[in-house]
């Protein structure tokens, strides 16, 4: 054989060499693959022959002799997922960076062995039926960026480890059973806080999240306490759910001013006047169903969709929410089941299709007649004796 042919029989011998995967992550997979099965309808292991490189597997992603990706599933919307457990063999995949699983019914707790896998910067397991807690070792990731483990089966509480992840940037545990408090948040590069309907409950102190934070869901849960020495500081949020908890005391003024396109706070025990500092510029507020006094801000009158119903307002409303009505740029105004005693609107205006208002429930017998939703009730006025008694 001449020089050239050694020379290139010796480079595609060293091409072949370099693409055999590492023995212990090969062995790895096979665990993994042993452990699942495709659920009716997706064919996503078809392409897990191990007589050739797992390298070309679907969801497999190699870097040298390792593994630094592994995506279990079809990612395409609407296809069928996995079913099984997910093997603690998954730990061996030591270069692994990115792990997730698509929507599908895999069942079982999450391995402890992923505390080893210390380069790992993203882990999602939404939308399967993982039960059990979550392992604290995931608190030993100081990579770790994101971690999405929503819509699962999970009980007991948040690891305290995993508010110690100093480059946690995105938490998602929405729609699980997790319960107890949550820890304090160190990083500071935490931009997403997702916890919505699970059984969290406990005070949330000053301090305790970062001013990263743009977008903070806590709703359907039992948080309690004040708020207004926590939120002020998260003066970059543009989405802030606290709906359905049993927060108290006052609502700070600034938040009105924060860039939110949708403040839901309503459903809990807010108990002050509320009182924006500026001309209210978010789309729409929800403040309903608290223990909210005094009169309604007119600042509250550039707000599209406004619900301050189920409260304790007092007074008439400002005129700055009937121009706005009838010109059409309030789309709704809910202000039923309050304690207001006028508002300066002749009986006689027509009010837009396009908008919604309800005033029954109050001190007055309302100036209009307008559709209300069901849940208003079918009494136009509060009894006499109600708005003698409550003073505002």
Same mark, same amino acid.
């Given at each position: 054989?001449s020089?050239?042919?050694?020379?290139?029989?010796?480079?595609f011998?060293?091409?072949?060499?370099?693409?055999?995967?590492?023995?212990?992550?090969?062995l790895?997979?096979?665990?993994?693959?042993?452990?699942?099965? +495709?659920?009716?309808?997706?064919n996503?292991?078809s392409?897990? +022959?191990?007589t050739?490189?797992?390298? =070309?597997f679907? $969801?497999?992603?190699? #870097?040298?002799e390792?593994?630094?990706?592994l995506?279990?599933?079809?990612?395409r919307a609407?296809? %069928?997922? &996995?079913s099984?457990?997910?093997?603690?063999?998954?730990?061996k995949? *030591?270069?692994?960076?990115?792990?997730? @699983?698509?929507?599908?019914?895999?069942?079982?707790?999450?391995?402890?062995?992923?505390?080893? &896998?210390?380069?790992?910067?993203?882990?999602?397991?939404?939308? /399967?039926?993982?039960?059990?807690?979550?392992?604290?070792?995931?608190?030993?990731?100081?990579?770790?960026?994101?971690?999405d483990?929503?819509? =699962?089966?999970?009980?007991?509480? @948040?690891?305290?480890?995993? $508010?110690?992840?100093?480059?946690? *940037? =995105?938490?998602?545990?929405?729609h699980n059973?997790?319960?107890?408090?949550?820890?304090?948040?160190v990083?500071?590069?935490?931009?997403r806080?997702?916890?919505?309907? !699970?059984?969290?409950?406990?005070?949330?102190?000053?301090?305790s999240?970062?001013?990263?934070?743009?977008?903070?869901?806590l709703?359907?849960?039992?948080?309690?306490?004040?708020?207004d020495?926590l939120l002020?500081?998260?003066?970059?949020l543009?989405?802030l +759910?606290?709906?359905l908890?049993q927060?108290?005391?006052?609502? %700070?003024?600034?938040?009105?001013?924060f860039?939110?396109? /949708?403040?839901?706070? #309503?459903?809990?025990?807010?108990s002050?006047?509320v009182?924006?500092?500026n001309s209210?510029?978010?789309?729409t507020v929800? &403040?309903?169903?608290?223990?909210?006094y005094?009169?309604?801000s007119?600042?509250?009158?550039?707000?599209?969709?406004?619900?301050? !119903?189920?409260?304790?307002?007092?007074?008439?409303?400002?005129?700055t929410? @009937?121009?706005r009505? *009838?010109?059409?740029?309030?789309?709704l105004?809910?202000?039923?089941?309050?304690f207001?005693?006028?508002?300066p609107? /002749?009986?006689?205006?027509a009010i837009p299709?396009?908008?919604?208002?309800?005033?029954?429930? !109050?001190?007055?017998?309302?100036?209009?007649? *307008?559709?209300c939703?069901n849940?208003?009730?079918?009494?136009?006025?509060?009894?006499?004796?109600?708005c003698?008694?409550?003073?505002?």
């Amino acid at each position: 054989m001449s020089n050239l042919g050694l020379i290139i029989s010796f480079t595609f011998l060293l091409q072949f060499c370099s693409a055999i995967l590492d023995p212990i992550d090969f062995l790895a997979l096979q665990s993994v693959r042993k452990s699942l099965e +495709d659920t009716p309808g997706s064919n996503y292991f078809s392409s897990w +022959d191990f007589t050739s490189d797992p390298c =070309n597997f679907a $969801g497999v992603y190699c #870097e040298g002799e390792k593994v630094v990706a592994l995506n279990l599933g079809d990612p395409r919307a609407g296809a %069928p997922g &996995l079913s099984g457990r997910l093997h603690p063999s998954i730990g061996k995949l *030591t270069a692994l960076a990115e792990f997730t @699983v698509v929507p599908g019914r895999i069942m079982g707790a999450l391995p402890e062995t992923l505390s080893g &896998l210390k380069n790992l910067r993203f882990l999602a397991v939404s939308r /399967n039926f993982i039960s059990h807690g979550i392992p604290a070792g995931l608190g030993e990731l100081q990579q770790l960026r994101t971690l999405d483990l929503s819509y =699962n089966q999970l009980t007991g509480s @948040v690891p305290s480890a995993i $508010g110690s992840l100093p480059e946690l *940037t =995105n938490l998602i545990l929405c729609h699980n059973h997790l319960s107890g408090s949550i820890p304090p948040f160190v990083s500071e590069t935490l931009t997403r806080l997702d916890l919505k309907h !699970n059984d969290l409950s406990g005070t949330i102190e000053p301090g305790s999240l970062p001013s990263s934070l743009q977008y903070l869901s806590l709703s359907w849960n039992q948080f309690s306490g004040p708020v207004d020495r926590l939120l002020p500081s998260l003066n970059r949020l543009n989405y802030l +759910d606290l709906s359905l908890n049993q927060f108290t005391g006052p609502i %700070p003024g600034c938040i009105f001013s924060f860039p939110i396109t /949708n403040l839901q706070l #309503e459903r809990n025990q807010f108990s002050c006047p509320v009182s924006p500092e500026n001309s209210v510029t978010i789309p729409t507020v929800d &403040l309903s169903h608290n223990m909210l006094y005094g009169q309604v801000s007119p600042l509250f009158a550039t707000v599209e969709k406004l619900y301050l !119903n189920n409260n304790r307002f007092t007074g008439s409303v400002p005129t700055t929410f @009937v121009d706005r009505l *009838t010109a059409g740029s309030i789309q709704l105004l809910y202000l039923q089941h309050n304690f207001l005693t006028g508002m300066p609107i /002749n009986p006689k205006t027509a009010i837009p299709l396009s908008s919604s208002l309800c005033l029954q429930y !109050n001190c007055m017998v309302p100036p209009v007649q *307008t559709p209300c939703p069901n849940n208003a009730g079918t009494q136009k006025t509060r009894p006499t004796s109600q708005c003698m008694e409550w003073k505002g």
